[in-house]
């Protein structure tokens, strides 16, 4: 074997990891081995997130500066160990379209994922065979709004959840904005999980049209923060938790306390992403704050519950 290459023994795999001293991030001379470490590290948490759904990954062979590729296919020499599962690709327009996508339900699979520099992970709001069990708002800001912005709308849309009986649970998206993570019960369809939060960010973008935006139209988010209620779709995928991030450093989509996000919407807190050696320090402090995403919710309200009493 190549002095380059190492053959590391995780459980009863063996993987093969090379070039652990290629620079992913310029800026910051972050390395892959360093991506290797940090998955390795941050895996007793994350890998919850990820069990049972399917893995789009967001590859960047030479760093964070060169091209990119997004993959949902198995990719080339997958081993035989790694979890695949033949899926249907919703939104495709060929509706019998399958591919084989992998499944990240080990720490042995994702180091072979970071070994091919997929340095972004990202999953669907389902698993696998069921329906979805994750709500998802996407907060994004328009510039100059940026991510103090966001955690006041934040604040806005918990508090208009908690009103349907919805918890939701905050977490940076390790780039600008970031998301509030709701469990649900997993008995609904996408269309009718989508269906609510469009009429909840609509809702909040008519008390507050200076502010906030539920429209997709690019040239009207300048200095808004655009609720994207469409995560919800069944084709699409949001980053997973405490994934990293394909910046200018090193970041991650980590997990806030509603204290934090209510210090940086009044400036109290400083506004900004947090780094994967940050992330690792607060898992140790805190744990997974997300952990509540793991147990079943409520069913969102249908059309009808979203009418006032006295107008129905």
């Known amino acids: 074997m190549p002095r380059d ?32 470490d940090y998955y390795t590290r941050i895996a007793p ?18 760093g964070v500066d060169a091209p990119h590729f997004f993959e949902k296919n198995k990719p080339g020499g997958t081993p035989a160990w790694v979890r695949l ?19 990240v339900d080990e720490l042995a699979t994702m180091v072979w994922l970071a070994n091919l520099a997929a340095l972004e992970l990202h999953t669907p709001q389902w ?5 979805p069990d994750l ?27 908690a009103a349907d009986g919805i918890a939701a649970y905050p977490k940076t998206s390790g780039r600008k904005g970031m998301q509030l ?6 008995t609904q369809p996408s269309t009718v999980v989508a269906d609510y939060a469009h009429r909840v960010a609509e809702e909040l973008a008519t008390m507050v049209p200076a502010s906030i935006t539920a429209k997709m139209a690019k040239q009207i988010r300048p200095g808004k923060v655009f609720i994207d209620w469409s995560q919800n779709a069944a084709a699409k995928t949001t980053v ?39 992330v690792l320090t607060r898992v140790d402090t805190h744990g997974d704050l997300l952990a509540a ?18 107008a129905r």
């Open 5 to 36: 290459r190492l053959l590391v023994t995780i459980g009863d795999r063996e993987v093969e990891i090379s070039n652990l001293d290629k620079v992913m991030y310029p800026s910051t001379g972050f390395t892959k081995g360093e991506v290797i």
């Open 45 to 62: 948490v994350m890998l919850p997130h990820l069990a049972g759904r399917p893995v789009t990954r967001i590859r960047y062979p030479d």
């Open 85 to 103: 599962e033949n899926l249907p690709v919703p939104g495709s327009t060929k509706s019998r379209e399958t591919i084989d996508f992998v499944v």
């Open 127 to 131: 698993r696998i065979g069921a329906d």
């Open 135 to 161: 709500l998802v708002v996407d907060l994004d800001p328009g510039a100059p709004a940026g991510l103090r912005e966001c955690c006041a709308v934040a604040v806005l849309m918990r508090d208009r959840l």
């Open 181 to 186: 993570c709701c469990p649900i019960s997993g």
């Open 240 to 278: 997973t938790p405490y994934s990293l991030r394909a910046g200018s450093a090193p970041t991650a989509s980590a997990p806030l306390t509603w204290d934090e996000v209510t210090a940086m919407a009044t400036g109290d807190h400083p506004a900004e992403q947090l780094t994967s050696d940050t």
């Open 293 to 310: 995403l793991l147990q079943p919710g409520p069913a969102v309200p249908g059309p009808v519950d979203l009418i006032p009493r006295a």
